[in-house]
């Protein structure tokens, strides 16, 4: 595929990476991905965002069947993540006459990215910048996903450019939203995984495009979106929403266990827990995708996670669990962590300093039990779970 031509003077002149199955390594790309890179041959020509450092030569070459690189006034770099950037350097080899327009956070990321002097110019929140017979407006959206991150907005041709905003790790060379198969639970993905972690900066910036005459979405992965393009800003303001505070608080327990003895534990724990004004979900996740809780954890006033100690260590299971939380709103929610053992005991330790490491608030100190809890240990247990439970009310 070469390029599209999205309106008279906007082109897609991105890259297709259909065999992508995991993006930045954790992310699932289950039908691969796009890095979508957009030049507008204004009076004074621009680019939006880039595209992988792997996919640079096919790039230029797509930007050269459109435009002489010398012509390039002005190459906007709304976020400096390396799926965007990868193809700065030879870019600029090429547009010489080009300045990079991008945010201050930007800037100073780019200096270690490109590592050496650039024509760059540092844009407000607000600020325009004439292409003659369009203008750009920049929209500061720090943290979507990046303290970086900034939107371009175009209105002459009425398109937003947010960079990872409103994307979708979503290969089909068809691009636009209506010519595509159904990539709703890709789009959800996305969100959930890149943008979930900043519902509340999601927020900000929306409030901040709320005046804007929008009628597509050019984001830097996946569908271009012409279709109701509120809708997908509408999505957006739902998911980052937060729900109304439940009369109960909810503790999710998380456990592993070999021989049931740290389900002793758990179970005793959710029966103490209980007795406070709780709903307790107990959960035994040997076998349980990450993925299908995901939900569950979010939505945890507190969160226990139990697993017995093997060769050292917490098992598989609940690392597993844990692993998933750096994508999660999970920052200040009260935690503890148990778990029985035979000889030396470090799992509830270890998944404690995690925890602390990805800065959730832990309640109470670990639990440990030595082999097969007994009726007074699981006594203790439950107070264990009646304390945890009255640290999510107390201040
Ligand atoms: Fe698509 Fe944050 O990079």
Redesign the pocket.
Known sequence: MQTLQLTNDVYWVGALNSTLRAFDIVFEARFGSTYNSYLIRADKPAIIDGVHEKFTAEYLSKLQSLIDLKDICYIVVN?T?M??TGSLTSLLKEATNAQILSTKTSSLFLKNILYSDYNGKVVEDGECVSLGNKQLQFIHAPFW??PDTMFTYVQEDAILFPC?GFATHFCDERLFDDRVDDFSEDFRYYFEHIMGPFRKKVLEALDKIKQLDIQMIAP??GPILRTNPQKYINTYRDWSTPKPPQNKKLIVILYVSIYGNTKKMAEAIAKGASTVNTEVKLMDVSGISPEHIRSEIESADGLLFGSPTMNGDAIKPIWDMINILFSLNIKGKKCATFGTYGWSGEAAKLMEDRLRGLRLNVALPPLKINFIPTEDILKKCSIYGYDFAKSLTSF
């Open positions: 976020h993540e799926d965007h996903h990046w990872d830097s992965h």
